[in-house]
Each structure stands twice: as C-alpha cells, then as structure tokens.
C-alpha cells in the first residue's frame, strides 16, 4: 500500500519480503491435493505477508506499546468495568485439560468443564437471585437477545400475541433497543425523571397490555440505583409485562441487590466486566442470562444436566421443545467462563461483597474530588460510577468534555466515557473501579482539576490535545466518507507464490 | 446560522425549494452543523412515491445518525448523486450543492403548513 | 483472596472525606423491601486453593486421545509465538479502541486483521469479527435479507446444523423461514433442487452452502452461485479458513457474502469458546455489514492512522434502527488470528492444508482396509464421512480404546437413516501416522467382537473422569 506520510509502524505487508518465514509443520507430500478438482483449487495467488519470526514478534511488541490498557494504567471509562484482572484466571483457562477439549467430544470426556459450568450456573443464579442461568450467550448484548427472545416465548406459550412493544429509559445502552429490534418488538422510549430515574409517570403511561418487557439497567448507566425499584416492577408486573435487567453495572451491588429476589424476570451478566475477563481490545466476553422460574423452559439449548448419579452431561437437540433454541455453536465461551469460575470462587460472597463496596466507595469518593471543578449534575450517591459534565467549563472557556478527555490522555490517564448517557450534555461518565489505589485516585483527580485550570488559563493548550500520545487526533470524517478497509496486496514481482 | 428567505422549512430542520409543481429537498445549515462531518447520506430510488411525514433516507456523521422525512408527498424524479462521493457538500453547502433530491409534488397547496425563514428562524433560536 | 489495593486506613481516609462512618449510607437508595443480606456463596479461597481447584477440574477433563474429531473446530499446531504475543496486557487489557490516539495497536491489528481475511477470501470488506461461525452466518444471511428487501433463504442441509440452528433462532423474530436444501445422492447439496426452489415461490433473499460442507465434501460453488444470482438473490459462503490456502476464495467464485470459524487459525478449541465468527462481503455491501470497521485515516499531523469507521451503523449510535445488537466482538480472537498468520505465511498455511490433506488420505485408506469404507465418492478436504456399522456403539467402544473416532453423524441428523451408520473423521498437520494405526486397528477390534458384544452402544464408557466418581 502507499504510505501517506510518517507511520508509527510498517503494516505486516509492508514488512513482507517474499522467501522468508512460514515453516511450522513438516512439508507436505507432492501429491497432498491430487484429490482435489482443478475448479476447486484457489488459483489467485495466496498474498498474505512474510515474515521471519522475530520480524512478527517486533511488530507486535511495538503496537502493544501503543495500546493504553489496564495492564499499564488507570482506565476509569465508565459503563466499561475496566478493574484488574487476576493473572490466576487467565492461568487458569489455559490449562491443557480446558483449552484442548473439544465442543463436539462426548460428555464422558467433559466432565471438569461441565462440573464447572454447571457450578458456575448455581454460583451466578446466586448472585443474581434467579432460578436458573444459562451460559450461553457469547457477550452482554446476546446476553439481552436470549433474554428477550425468551420473553417473547413466554408470553406466546400462554397464547398471549398481542404484546408487540419493549420499552426502554431514555438513559439506555444502544444495545437494549437495538435487541428489541432484533427480537421482533416495538421499542418505546421512555424518559428520566430529574432524579435520574425513570419517570413512573410516564411509564405507567407507556404500559399497557402490548408491553411485553421492560428493560432496565439498576444501576443506571447515570451511576445511580433505581430508588423506586419496587414501585416500578410493581407497575410493570400489573399490566401482565415481564421485567428485563441489564446487568452491566452489576459491580456496584453484589451482595447488597439480588435482581431476581427483588422481582426481576431476566438479567444477563457480563463476565468481562464483573468477574474478570480482560476486555482484549473489544471482545472476547460472555453474557449469562439468569430466568425467574416461570422462563426456565424457555432458556437456550442445550443447558447442562446433572445425572442423578453426579455425573455431567449436555442436553441433546431437541430434548427441550419449548426451548428458544441455540444462539451459537458451542455452549459457550468456556474460556472466558472459566475465569468467572475462578473470580467468583477466589472471592467467595464476601469477597465479592467487598468488591462492590470498594467500587462504590471509590466512585463516591473521587466524585466528591471533581465536584471542585467540575459539575455533578445528580446530587445524591452514586453507585460504581456517576456522571460528571464539562458544561459550565464549556460556557466560560469553550473547552468540551472531548478536549478534557483528549488532555488526559496527556496526565497519563484513560479518559472516562464521554457524550454517553445522551441525556447528559457534554456528559464524562467516571468509572474508578475496586483495583485503583487510593494515590491513584487522588491522581486521577488531580488530574481533571488541573485540566479544569488550564481551560481557563490556556484552552487551546486543552482543545488540542492529546500532545504527549502516540498520535494527534485523528480525521474520521475522512476514514468514513472513503473507507479504506484493507491493504492492497503487493502485485507483479513483489507478489508471493504459494507454490 | 444561514436560513435564506424564500425556502420552506420543517420541523425536522429540511428545507424545501418551491418551482412550480417540483420541490428541491435538503437539510438546513443548522441541521448540519449538529450532524458534525456529514459522511454518508441514503436516499430514495427515482421513481418513489413518498407519502409526507414518512421516512426518505438517512443522514449519517461521524458519531450521529438521523432520518429525513418528506416534508410534502410526491414522486423522486432526482437524487443528487454528487452526495455519494462527496457527502461533505451538505456541510459546506447545504442549500446549494448539498441538496438531496428533488420531488413532484402530488399536492402543492400543502406547502402552506411549512415554516417561512422567519418563523424557523425563531425555531432555531429557541432550541 | 481478596486482589483489591485498599488497606483499611484508605477505606476511613476515603469515607472520612465523604462524612461518612461506613459504606451503608451509600447503599441507602436500596429500598430495604428488596435489600440482600449478602451471598449465600462458598467462603473466599486463597490463590493457591483456586489452582489447585481449577487443575483439579481440568484434569476431569480427556485430552490425551488420538482425536480425530473436528465437525467444524480444528486441532493444529499453534506456533508458542502466538500465544506469547496475546497474552501481553497491552492488549489483552486495552479497551475498545474508543480513544484512537491510545489505541493504534488495536487498530492496526484488526486492520491488518481485516486485510488478512480479505485476502483470504477475496472479499474487500471484513466485519473486526462476530461470535463465532455460527452466528456470522446468521449475521450474513440477515445482511442478505436487508441488502435484497427479500424474505427467503435457502441453506444446504450439508451446513452444521448447529449453525443452522442459529439461524432458526435469529430469523424467528423477523419471521423470515429457512428453507433446507437437499443433498443429492453424492453428499453435495442437490442443485436441482435448488434451480427448483429459485423458480418457485416468494423471491429467494439468499442461498447458503458450505465449502467443504458438513460431510467433508466440496460443493460445486460457482455453479450455486450463478444459480443463486440468476434469480436475484446473493449467495454466502461457509467456509473454513486454512481450507482456503489451497482452494478458490469465495470471492472467485462469485460468494457475495462470506462467514466461517475463524478458530482453526490460533486459537484452542476451549470446548467452544471463545472462537471467532468471520464476516466479510463484497464492496457493494459494505453498509449492510453488522460489527465494528476499521479503516485508515491521517492524523492533524499527516501521519498513517487507524480508527473504527463507518460507525453511525451501530447500534450505540443507530439505537433500534441498528442492523444488528452486536457490540462485544473477539477481537482478542482476531488478533490471535492475526498473529498466527503473519507467523506462518502463505507458504506455512499452505502446509498446513496440505498436510492435514495428505493425512486424511493415509486416514481414509487405512479405515477402508478394515471395513470402514468412504460414505461418499466425491472429492474431499482433510474430512470426510465413513461407513460403520453401529457407528454410535462402535464410537463410544473406541473411546476405551484412546481413540476419539470423530463423530457421529447420527447425532447431528438423527433422523436420517443413511447417516445413521456413519462417522464424520477429520486429520489435520498433527495427526500421526501411529494415532491413524491406532484408530485403524481399534475399529478392526471393535468390529470383529462387535457381534459378541450386542449391547456396547448401552455401556457405559469407563474413562478417567468418571473412575474418579
């Protein structure tokens, strides 16, 4: 591909050069593919780069060093859960005995993993006060599908078909509507009151007997508990609609609020925030989805089954018809539950406990550091994290939320979510998590202080940042107008042959 | 913000240009300038009967997304094609280059429920 | 064991700050109706009860047999380079790559990432990963359902029924119908019906088939394909990536959307995740394309950078217009993949299709010579489907034996008879010449003492897991 100016480091095709690299097995017999009809053979050739392996190994150290992570520092990105990961956990899913084990191999050969899962089933129905969960869902939005889709089936079984409407807080996570879609329904928007909580008002209003669910995030992606939680499930129950909890912000109540005991029908959980999956740039996660009892017929095949005489075993296809059926291939991401397993059972339910109360307590206390500089718009406790707004900064000195979250870049810090929850202008959502020590915090306070500062001394010093990352900011009104998604393979000479 | 006298305006911050029995479409310098960098821009086959109020296309930025409504009904007889590789003309130009399209209106009397300049003027002002 | 850096001093310096004695005020927003009075969980263990625990659990677990099982997920040789460049915290601890300036690592590997697959695909436009392969083609099926207004799709019987099963689930809601195509009497799926099922009914939104399909066999692609766009609708291909090394990218053969498993390029089965769904399709259709983009752009200075495009399609943006809800994806998977490729080039890839090839024939012949002859005739991969009587029984006798003889087609279609004495084997690079004669001579055992052991399909399998019982 063309270089257009200075690059922080070559692309794998760039680096290519053509006879390096590439044995890993023996080589094949000459005759390996006389099996195979010449229409089926590939007869493009095969451009993928070549490289020598320290070459590949040098690549890739230089652009982890221009990855920010958790790993490297304080990651306060609200809604996101960036907390330390144990190294016990990623240890753990590696094991040979959980890695090499194969989705298809007969139960009698899966019976650690299945012991596992089937324990961390109990152990996640426990924390959630549900009857059952399933952990099949491959993240936290497929998480909601399952939910969603079983709530669907619930009220179809009872030949109830007139329930065509979702309805969501304006204060939402994209993926909660965006799921009602997916799953056929209607979404209805409803508003916030002042408090920040949903306004009972005008959900009443909304419910009706085409409600099928409502989805409510509790904590709320504003950082603050549904304080009329038993008010609001009562009314959605009356109208014969079932409640829906996302459980991303799971991390603040452990211990303190069990969704099914308070009358959730359905949560999901995700692994990857709460119980120490680490984020990967974006994925891999896992989203377990707990069920009341009155769904557990409906819940994923297949589910796994405990014989009467302790040993494990998956449910077969089809044993389950009122199931909503299969949301993957697999059972699910093994691996990424196995850490949960070991998070959970490391922690015990006071361990746990204390996570959620340290979460809390941090967020309190650092929301109480940046009340100096900064506006609370919601003033009553938080939860994990709360909101903070650039707002009066913007008014006096033009400087926006992106400008302080591009300057902390520079003090050293991942910025908080920005512009998100939307009914928040120039919202900043902080989220410090349990694993940052107390001078880390104080830091990081001092860090937005100082930034509130220099917009009034210097704003543009502010409304050009980052100066001190890898890169300036970047033109994305560019990269989408003309989407350059790929690199051109190299051509003639240069071009690599397979054979 | 630019709201030229002589064009229509709607509550969804289009604008409509009245020639006869056709009306050019676009979205106002207002609207564009929430939008951010206009980066893609969706519009309707020639030939497709639009109701008023109903969704025509979409209007993509970087980080927004919103829908455009027809403001009267009609058949599309032209969609600016230039939006395609140069989505950025709304931002620079939205009542010129940057138009979107341009309808036979089916009932041109309607037209009198639009807002004059001044009176979406005011509406602007407000939000 | 608790990983949290608060000492009881901070945990006061914090609350003395807030006014407060203890944590409980900050809970007061929990009405006490619904207030949990803590877990009813096992009490914390130390780290090295939790190994020992967790080595306890893996060690229940049967990896130690000559495994011939792959239905979809592969075994091979993942160079230690791999694994070693994932588990850097840099990027396995990084966030979305929301903040591009801190994020180019992420960036640029999905792009490099996305580069790969579109070269080995031949398609221009790959999605930073789905799931897995099951879900991508839901995904792709539902891109081809949006793409032509249309509201059926034809799949081949002979695609995994698990990812069939998939796209039952995601169609249901939209109530779009999944219509099964045939097989014709040589394993692949039968064209005619197909030519059939395009001429007749609703207009057809999509065709899907397999390469190789869910027996092992190669389908004839391009002939599907003209069919398929003869009669409007797009066509997508399943595919297996380290397949495509030496056979025709699905974009050669005119495959509008392509989805596959991406684990067989890194990453450990892990009993079926994490794993990583490929997407990718042609240019035309890049705003149909569920999933996070990368593409490349400049920095204020000038300078090469990346960052997620195309983004307005999502759903955090799009809300309940989004095309679809994904949010999460594998790119930790992706990178792995990313990684795998660059370490073994075409030439390495190569080998490693061929090889598993070349072994799969040593396979075939040697399962032949003791009666377990080829269900089907027509060209194969590295996988195929033999005939064994009994095949359930004599699978499960074989797991006595350390051999894990692939698996039983019965339990994929269980109301199928001709499939009903069938096992499904697979060799990839790694299967050896002494696993083959392993297998080879257990099945010839267990065939010849099949007839005094009538009742072995109902025995149970004694393994190591469940003496332990």
């Known amino acids: 591909m063309s270089v257009l100016g200075p690059t922080l480091q070559p692309t794998l095709d760039e680096l290519s050069r053509p006879g390096r690299g590439g044995t890993r097995v023996p080589h094949p017999p000459a005759d390996a593919l006389e099996g195979i009809p010449a229409a089926a053979h590939r007869v493009e050739p095969l451009a993928l780069p070549e490289l020598d392996e320290p070459s590949v190994v040098r690549h890739f150290t230089n652009l982890s060093k221009l990855n920010y992570s958790v790993d490297t520092g304080c990651y306060p990105l609200g809604s996101c859960t960036m907390k330390y990961n144990p190294k016990l956990d990623e240890w753990g899913a590696r094991l040979p005995g959980f890695a090499e084990l194969h989705p298809l191999a007969p139960d009698a050969l899966a019976q650690g993993t299945l012991e596992l899962l089937w324990e961390l089933e109990g152990l996640l129905a426990e924390i959630g006060g549900m009857a059952a969960v399933s952990l099949q869902p491959a993240a936290g939005a497929q998480g909601e599908l399952t939910g969603i889709l079983m709530i669907r089936a619930y009220h179809l079984a009872r030949g109830d078909h007139g329930r065509s409407e979702v309805i969501v807080p304006d204060s939402a996570h994209g993926t909660n509507p965006a799921t009602a879609s997916m799953a056929g329904f209607r979404t209805v928007t409803v508003p916030s009151a002042p408090d920040g909580g949903v306004d009972l008002e005008a959900l009443r209003a909304a419910l009706g007997p085409q409600t099928a669910a409502v989805m409510i995030t509790n904590p709320s992606t504003l950082g603050l508990f549904e304080a009329r939680i038993v008010e609001l499930l009562?009314?959605?129950?009356?109208?014969?609609?079932?409640?829906?909890?996302?459980?991303?912000?799971?991390n603040a109540i452990m211990g303190r609020f069990r969704p099914g005991q308070a009358g959730f029908d359905v949560m999901h959980f995700n692994t990857h925030k709460t119980f120490s999956t680490p984020h990967g740039g974006g994925g891999p996660g896992a989203g377990p989805v707990g069920v009341a009892?009155?769904?557990?017929?409906?819940l994923p095949e297949p589910r796994v089954m405990r014989e009467a005489d302790g040993?494990?075993?998956?449910?077969?296809?089809?044993?389950?018809?009122?199931?909503?059926?299969?949301?993957?291939?697999?059972?699910?991401?093994?691996?990424?539950?196995?850490?949960?397993?070991?998070?959970?059972?490391?922690?015990?339910?006071?361990?746990?406990?204390?996570?959620?109360?340290?979460?809390?307590?941090?967020?309190?206390?650092?929301?109480?550091?940046?009340?100096?500089?900064?506006?609370?718009?919601?003033?009553?406790?938080?939860?994990?994290?709360?909101?903070a707004t650039s707002r009066p900064l913007k008014a006096a000195t033009g400087v926006r939320t992106l400008d302080v979250a591009k300057r902390l870049i520079d003090k050293?810090?991942?910025?908080?979510?920005?512009?998100?929850?939307?009914?928040?202008?120039?919202?900043?959502?902080?989220?410090?998590?349990?694993?940052?020590?107390l001078a880390t915090l104080d830091a990081l306070a001092a860090a937005f202080v100082e930034i509130a500062g220099e917009a009034r001394t210097d704003p543009e010093l502010v409304k050009s940042a980052p100066h001190e990352a890898p890169l300036r900011r970047l033109d994305e009104a560019a990269a989408a107008r003309q989407p350059d998604l790929r690199w051109r393979p190299m051509t003639g000479a240069q071009t690599p042959c397979p054979d | 913000m630019d709201v030229p006298d002589g064009l229509r305006y709607t509550d969804d911050h289009e604008w409509l240009r009245l020639e006869g029995e056709e009306g050019t479409i676009g979205i106002t310098a207002y609207a564009a300038d929430q939008l951010g960098d206009v980066v893609f821009v969706e519009l309707p086959a020639v030939g497709t009967q639009l109701e008023a109020g109903k969704t025509l296309g979409v209007v993509e930025s970087v980080k927004a997304v919103s829908d455009l409504y027809a403001p009267l009904a009609g058949e599309v007889v032209a969609v600016n094609e230039a939006l395609a590789d140069h989505p950025e003309l709304v931002n620079s130009a939205p009542y010129g280059e940057g138009w979107m399209l341009r309808l036979r209106l089916a009932e041109a009397v309607a037209a009198d429920g639009l807002k004059d300049a001044a009176a979406y003027r005011e509406l602007i002002a407000a939000a | 064991m608790g990983y949290g850096p608060h000492t009881p001093q901070d945990r006061a310096h914090m609350l003395r700050v807030l006014g407060l004695d203890s944590v409980e005020a900050l809970f007061a927003d929990i009405p006490e109706a619904v207030r949990a009075r803590g877990l009813d969980l096992p009490a914390p263990e130390s780290e090295l009860e939790t190994a020992d625990r967790l080595r306890a659990l893996a060690g229940r677990n049967r990896v130690d047999l000559a495994s011939f099982l792959g239905a979809g997920v592969y075994r091979h040789h993942i160079p230690p380079v791999v694994d070693q460049i994932v588990s850097r915290g840099e990027f396995a601890t990084a966030y979305t790559p929301y903040q591009p300036e801190i994020s180019q690592g992420t960036l640029q590997t999905i792009y490099e990432f996305q580069s790969l697959i579109a070269q080995l695909t031949g398609l221009d436009v790959v999605s930073a990963s789905h799931y897995d392969g099951a879900t991508a083609t839901a995904e792709g099926a539902l891109m081809a359902v949006r793409a032509t207004r249309r509201g059926r799709v034809l799949a081949s019987r002979a695609i995994p029924p698990p990812y069939l099963a998939t796209c039952r689930t995601y169609f249901e809601p939209a109530g779009l119908a999944l219509e099964l195509?045939?097989?014709?009497?040589?394993?692949?799926?039968?064209?005619?019906?197909?030519?059939?099922?395009?001429?007749?009914?609703?207009?057809?939104?999509?065709?899907?088939?397999?390469?190789?399909?869910?027996?092992?066999?190669?389908?004839?692609?391009a002939e599907a394909a003209a069919l398929a766009h003869g009669a409007g609708a797009l066509f997508v291909a399943v595919v297996e990536p380290v397949s495509l090394a030496v056979l025709a990218p699905p974009g050669a053969y005119g495959a509008d959307i392509c989805a596959g498993e991406g684990q067989p390029l890194g990453i450990a089965p892990q009993y079926g995740g994490p794993s990583l769904g490929l997407l990718a399709c042609t240019t035309a259709l890049t705003r149909q394309i569920p999933?996070?983009?990368?593409?490349?752009?400049?920095?204020t200075e000038g300078r090469r950078a990346f960052v997620m495009t195309l983004r307005a399609r999502e759903q955090d943006i799009r809300r309940e217009r989004a095309a679809s809800n994904i949010c999460t994806n594998q790119a930790l998977c992706a990178l792995t993949a990313t990684v795998y490729l660059a370490a073994l080039g075409p030439h390495g890839l190569r080998d490693v299709a061929a090889l598993g090839a070349a072994r799969a024939r040593e396979l075939e012949q040697a399962l032949a010579a003791v009666g377990a002859p080829r269900l089907h005739r027509g060209p194969y991969l590295a996988e195929f489907a033999v005939r064994v009587p009994r095949a359930t029984a004599v699978h499960a006798a074989l797991l006595e034996r350390g051999v894990l003889a692939g698996l039983p087609l019965a339990r994929w279609y269980p109301d199928d008879p001709d499939l009903a004495e069938a096992l499904l084997v697979c060799a990839t690079e790694l299967t050896s010449g002494q696993e083959i004669r392993r297998f080879a001579d257990g099945l010839a055992a267990v065939l010849a003492t099949d007839a005094e052991r009538p009742s072995a399909a109902d025995a149970a399998v004694p393994t190591a897991a469940g003496a332990a019982r």
């Open chain 3, 181 to 221: 195509l045939p097989s014709a009497a040589d394993g692949t799926t039968d064209l005619e019906a197909l030519g059939r099922a395009l001429a007749t009914g609703d207009p057809v939104a999509a065709v899907l088939l397999g390469q190789p399909n869910a027996f092992g066999l190669l389908e004839p692609m």
């Open chain 3, 291 to 299: 999933g996070r983009l990368v593409g490349r752009t400049t920095d």
């Open chain 1, 311 to 387: 040993s494990f075993r998956l449910e077969r296809p089809g044993e389950r018809p009122s199931s909503i059926g299969r949301l993957r291939a697999g059972v699910g991401s093994t691996g990424v539950l196995v850490r949960a397993y070991a998070y959970i059972r490391a922690h015990g339910g006071t361990g746990l406990r204390q996570v959620s109360d340290d979460a809390v307590l941090a967020a309190n206390y650092l929301r109480a550091r940046l009340g100096e500089a900064y506006e609370i718009p919601y003033q009553r406790p938080c939860m994990h994290e709360f909101v």
């Open chain 1, 293 to 298: 009892a009155p769904l557990v017929p409906f």
């Open chain 1, 412 to 437: 050293g810090f991942h910025p908080p979510t920005i512009y998100f929850p939307l009914i928040v202008e120039e919202a900043m959502l902080v989220e410090p998590t349990e694993t940052e020590d």
């Open chain 1, 234 to 250: 009562e009314a959605v129950h009356a109208v014969g609609a079932l409640a829906y909890m996302d459980g991303a912000n799971l």
